[in-house]
């Protein structure tokens, strides 16, 4: 089968850096994606890994480990906007697409 | 371009009734999901289509269907509704190939309320 898992909140100032980790079990997938969504809206696409390494698109960044089974998405420099759900998302194997259950991002001032 | 459209943003229905919902994707894109978000289950993935053809699906009942067209637009129908199927329901479009395929635009949305 095939999960992800995320934490369910985190909550970071104004300026800071923050780290939301996407762990998985699939046997195989093609890639690993992260989406943001605020309250109310869509996801929106916000990186992509489809080999191991770092990804980096302003002040946001992914990261993706095959052999450990983990990614996440770094944010630096938080602004109040970045307050939204984040998730991240697998096309495995078998096609179908799997999100995570999404993590809740507070930035405080 | 456009982004993905979806219509209509907001429906109220009640049980037993059937409901059709629409998505316009990105132009040039050929591939088209369908996904059931609520506050309980997250993002569930219903089904795909790409050129016309259901390609992957979901675990969800077949009250739950769609088709997609020449032009790319897709239609999913729930039949019967349950007080269950209340949720946002989103589209997402892509090129449906390569490294791209793997990377996904969202509508809007469309909110159901089954009363």
């Known amino acids: 089968g095939q999960s992800l898992e995320q934490p369910s909140e985190v909550t970071a100032v104004e300026g800071a850096i923050v780290q939301i980790n996407c762990t998985y079990q699939?046997?195989?997938?093609?890639?690993l994606s992260w989406y943001q969504q605020h309250d109310g809206g869509a996801p929106t696409f916000l990186s992509y890994?489809?080999?191991?390494g770092l990804e980096e698109t302003g002040r946001f960044s992914s990261f993706l480990s095959r052999s450990d089974s983990y990614g996440y998405l770094l944010l630096q420099e938080l602004q109040m906007k970045d307050s939204a759900s984040y998730f991240c998302?697998?096309?495995?194997?078998?096609?179908?697409?799997?999100f995570g259950p999404g993590t809740r991002l507070s930035v405080l001032p | 371009k456009a982004g993905v459209t979806q219509t209509p943003r907001y429906l109220i229905k009640t049980r037993g009734q059937q409901v059709t919902l629409s998505c316009s994707p990105i132009?040039?894109?050929?591939?088209v999901s369908w996904y059931q978000q609520t506050p309980g289950q997250g993002l569930q993935f219903l089904f795909e289509?790409?050129?016309?053809?259901?390609?992957n699906k979901g675990n969800f009942p077949g009250r739950f269907s769609g088709r997609q067209f020449s032009n790319s637009r897709s239609e999913m129908n729930v039949s019967t509704l349950e007080l269950g199927d209340s949720a946002l329901y989103l589209c997402?479009?892509?090129?449906?190939?390569?490294?791209?395929?793997?990377?996904?635009?969202f509508g809007a949305g469309t909110r159901l309320s089954v009363l």
């Open positions: 997402a479009s892509s090129s449906g190939l390569a490294k791209e395929g793997n990377i996904q635009y």
């Open positions: 699939t046997s195989g997938f093609y890639g």
């Open positions: 890994n489809a080999l191991d």
């Open positions: 998302a697998e096309r495995n194997y078998g096609q179908n697409f799997v």
């Open positions: 132009s040039g894109h050929r591939s």
């Open positions: 289509y790409f050129s016309e053809t259901q390609r």
